[in-house]
């Protein structure tokens, strides 16, 4: 059996030999990469092999279709266009509204939540137990209290610290919760855990990043954003400057049969199945998640506080019986829950058939055949972009064919993984050669670092977190998925792509009149090669030669690192 001793002599003994490892790589990559997957697996082997639970016991639920009664659902029909308007001739027309704002974005899910008469389904890459997360979950007990059923579905990853507030969730009637691809180790930090389950890696690896919200099958949420402080503006060292789309109509349907794909999948597990050796029982599980909850104030931004695009609180517009939608064309994509699987569009009934191999999976598909139709504009932003093959190619062809490619990401200075960063980088050259423009985030030297000056995130640093893409100021892309191969070959996302000028013009708009003069602009230094970055301020065109705010040390840690790991994993 092992202690927390003997772990944290196995963590001791383990960090210095990565890093000599890794110094090694710079000269002998190949050589260096073998022994490091060498040395974690001794590492594993000598810490034991955990295993998963044989013989789980999963009742299989599906989402409700005879809702049509609810208030929600009422609410969304009247949202939807007029029976006698030329969009609801059209097939399989949406509602859509974008979600700029962190705290609309935060209050959209709140307000859903508490109007729900029926059912309540969440799935995320994480639920963090910050003030965001703890909320959150308390508007889940308190929906399932009032005879909602309410199914949670959380990446593994990241909840080993949350089983106190996922257990409290999990021990009232009427909520289930499961976690998706379980480590086979729940005890320790991330480190450890990840560690410790190296002997299944090729399964540890493809994690659940889907973001969805749906409230009785009549209003869904779906997006970039995950569940913590960071997301909504509540963080005062860091907060992300995301999207979110809200839907109604045909589209949540097809976002319901995704989320009971994963949620009757063979890699979503009951928490209690995977817990129970140290979950507590149902009375003090509730008594302590109580306690966990209480005291939380519900932050509303004002009803007269328009977003970054002109419009009020979705809270406020739930209370008057009709929602502020765009009538669109909506397209829903989703990953398979299954590795070796990816599943077609999901138009009601989630289609899977099996991948072509090293076919990446159906989300970063349709964005690449959506990048090959474009003829005057491509405009992608991504927080990590590490392109493959056929992404350059899908861009080039853009390019080509005589449409502005231009490609926006964080810088170095406001990213939070300098490794994929160091992947990205790679490839500035060609894709500038390519005639793509390449801008990166500036940390914020204004005081708004989000889409909007009303926004509460003033005061801390802006990092990209947005996954879209507009193409011809008509189609949009807007999900979970980065531009990066971990995303295409590893993880599984869920997007949307949209077709509608109104909306793709306003977001298009958005980027270039909000993000991009805070961006520098990356271009190659004329006659000497080389790269250089631009920017303005205080009405003069600034310019440097090297990766901005960054010494020496930095760059050589993360461009050591990155000689090690394979792009398929940034």
Not at 110 to 126: F, G, K, N, R, S
């Given at each position: 059996?092992?202690?927390?001793?003997?772990?944290?002599?196995?963590?001791?003994?383990?960090?210095p030999?990565?890093?000599?490892l890794?110094?090694l790589a710079?000269?002998?990559?190949?050589?260096?990469?073998?022994?490091?997957?060498?040395?974690?697996?001794?590492?594993?082997?000598?810490?034991?092999?955990?295993?998963?639970?044989?013989?789980?016991?999963?009742?299989?639920?599906?989402?409700?279709?005879?809702?049509?009664?609810?208030?929600?659902?009422?609410?969304?029909?009247?949202?939807?266009?007029?029976?006698?308007?030329?969009m609801?001739?059209?097939?399989?027309?949406?509602?859509?509204?974008?979600?700029?704002g962190?705290?609309?974005?935060?209050?959209?899910r709140?307000?859903?939540?508490?109007?729900?008469?029926?059912?309540?389904?969440?799935?995320?890459?994480?639920v963090?137990?910050?003030?965001?997360?703890r909320?959150?979950?308390?508007?889940?007990?308190?929906?399932?209290?009032?005879?909602?059923?309410?199914?949670?579905?959380?990446d593994?990853?990241?909840?080993?610290?949350?089983?106190e507030?996922?257990?409290?969730?999990?021990?009232?009637?009427?909520v289930?919760?499961?976690?998706?691809?379980p480590?086979?180790?729940?005890?320790?930090?991330?480190?450890?855990?990840?560690?410790?389950?190296l002997?299944?890696?090729?399964?540890?690896?493809?994690?659940?990043?889907?973001?969805?919200?749906?409230?009785?099958?009549?209003?869904?949420?779906?997006?970039?954003?995950?569940i913590a402080?960071?997301?909504?503006?509540?963080?005062?060292p860091?907060?992300?400057?995301?999207?979110?789309?809200?839907?109604?109509?045909?589209?949540?349907?097809a976002l319901?049969?995704?989320?009971?794909?994963?949620?009757?999948?063979?890699?979503?597990?009951?928490?209690?199945?995977?817990?129970?050796?140290?979950?507590?029982?149902?009375?003090?599980?509730?008594?302590?998640?109580?306690?966990?909850?209480?005291?939380?104030?519900?932050f509303?931004?004002?009803?007269?506080?328009?977003?970054?695009?002109?419009?009020?609180?979705?809270?406020?517009?739930?209370?008057?019986?009709?929602?502020?939608?765009?009538?669109?064309?909506?397209?829903?994509?989703?990953d398979?829950?299954?590795?070796?699987?990816?599943?077609?569009?999901?138009?009601?009934?989630?289609?899977?058939?099996?991948?072509?191999?090293?076919?990446?999976?159906a989300?970063?598909?349709?964005?690449?055949?959506?990048f090959?139709?474009a003829?005057?504009?491509?405009?992608?932003?991504?927080?990590?972009?590490?392109?493959?093959?056929?992404?350059?190619?899908?861009?080039?062809?853009?390019?080509?064919?005589?449409?502005?490619?231009?490609?926006?990401?964080?810088?170095?200075?406001?990213?939070?993984?300098?490794?994929?960063?160091?992947?990205?980088?790679?490839?500035?050259?060609?894709?500038?050669q390519?005639?793509?423009?390449?801008?990166?985030?500036?940390?914020a030297?204004?005081?708004?670092?989000?889409?909007?000056?009303?926004?509460?995130?003033?005061?801390?640093?802006?990092?990209?977190?947005?996954?879209?893409?507009?193409?011809?100021?008509?189609?949009?892309?807007?999900?979970?998925?980065?531009?990066?191969?971990?995303?295409?070959?590893?993880?599984?996302?869920?997007?949307?792509?949209?077709?509608?000028?109104?909306?793709?013009?306003?977001l298009?708009?958005?980027?270039?009149?909000?993000?991009?003069?805070?961006?520098?602009?990356?271009?190659?230094?004329?006659?000497?090669g080389?790269?250089?970055?631009?920017?303005?301020?205080?009405?003069?065109?600034?310019?440097?030669?090297?990766e901005?705010?960054?010494?020496?040390?930095?760059?050589?840690?993360?461009?050591?690192?990155?000689?090690?790991?394979?792009?398929?994993?940034?």
């Open positions: 059996m092992n202690t927390p001793q003997s772990l944290a002599a196995l963590r001791a003994a383990w960090e030999l990565a890093c000599r890794c110094i710079l000269h002998h990559v190949a050589l260096a990469r073998w022994l490091c997957a060498a040395a974690m697996l001794a590492v594993s082997l000598l810490a034991g092999c955990a295993a998963l639970p044989n013989e789980v016991p999963r009742v299989a639920s599906h989402a409700r279709t005879d809702l049509g009664d609810s208030p929600l659902a009422r609410i969304a029909a009247a949202s939807l266009p007029a029976a006698d308007s030329a609801s001739a059209m097939p399989d027309v949406s509602g859509v509204r974008l979600l700029p962190g705290d609309q974005a935060f209050d959209a709140i307000a859903l939540a508490q109007a729900a008469q029926h059912t309540l389904d969440a799935q995320y890459y994480v963090a137990p910050d003030s965001a997360g909320q959150f979950l308390r508007e889940l007990r308190d929906a399932a209290q009032r005879g909602v059923r309410v199914r949670l579905l959380v593994d990853l990241y909840t080993g610290g949350d089983d507030m996922l257990a409290g969730l999990a021990a009232h009637a009427n289930e919760v499961r976690v998706f691809n480590l086979p180790v729940r005890s320790g930090g991330l480190r450890t855990r990840v560690l410790l389950s002997h299944e890696i090729g399964r540890v690896n493809r994690r659940m990043h889907n973001k969805l919200f749906i409230a009785d099958n009549s209003f869904a949420i779906t997006g970039g954003r995950n402080d960071e997301y909504f503006g509540r963080s005062k860091a907060n992300f400057i995301d999207m979110d789309a809200l839907l109604a109509g045909p589209a949540v349907h319901s049969a995704s989320f009971d794909a994963f949620w009757n999948g063979p890699l979503s597990y009951p928490f209690e199945a995977i817990a129970a050796d140290s979950a507590p029982a149902a009375a003090p599980a509730r008594e302590r998640f109580a306690a966990l909850v209480r005291d939380l104030a519900r509303m931004p004002p009803a007269d506080e328009p977003d970054a695009l002109g419009r009020g609180p979705v809270g406020a517009q739930l209370a008057q019986g009709r929602v502020a939608l765009v009538p669109a064309q909506v397209r829903v994509v989703a398979a829950a299954v590795p070796g699987r990816f599943a077609d569009d999901a138009g009601g009934n989630v289609e899977e058939a099996a991948a072509p191999q090293g076919r990446e999976g989300v970063m598909a349709a964005n690449l055949d959506l090959r139709t003829r005057s504009e491509v405009l992608v932003v991504s927080p990590y972009f590490v392109p493959m093959p056929r992404m350059i190619e899908a861009l080039s062809h853009a390019s080509h064919e005589g449409a502005r490619v231009s490609l926006m990401t964080n810088s170095l200075a406001t990213t939070d993984e300098p490794l994929v960063h160091y992947g990205y980088a790679r490839y500035r050259s060609a894709l500038l390519m005639g793509a423009m390449l801008y990166e985030l500036m940390p030297s204004e005081a708004h670092p989000a889409w909007s000056d009303t926004e509460s995130s003033r005061g801390s640093l802006g990092r990209l977190h947005a996954k879209l893409a507009v193409v011809d100021r008509r189609w949009f892309y807007v999900g979970s998925m980065n531009m990066d191969r971990r995303s295409a070959h590893c993880n599984t996302e869920l997007g949307l792509i949209v077709d509608s000028p109104a909306l793709a013009g306003e298009a708009d958005l980027i270039q009149r909000v993000r991009m003069p805070a961006s520098f602009t990356v271009s190659e230094v004329p006659l000497r080389g790269l250089q970055w631009s920017f303005l301020r205080d009405g003069r065109r600034w310019v440097l030669n090297r901005p705010e960054s010494n020496w040390a930095q760059r050589l840690r993360w461009s050591v690192l990155s000689l090690v790991v394979d792009e398929d994993f940034l």
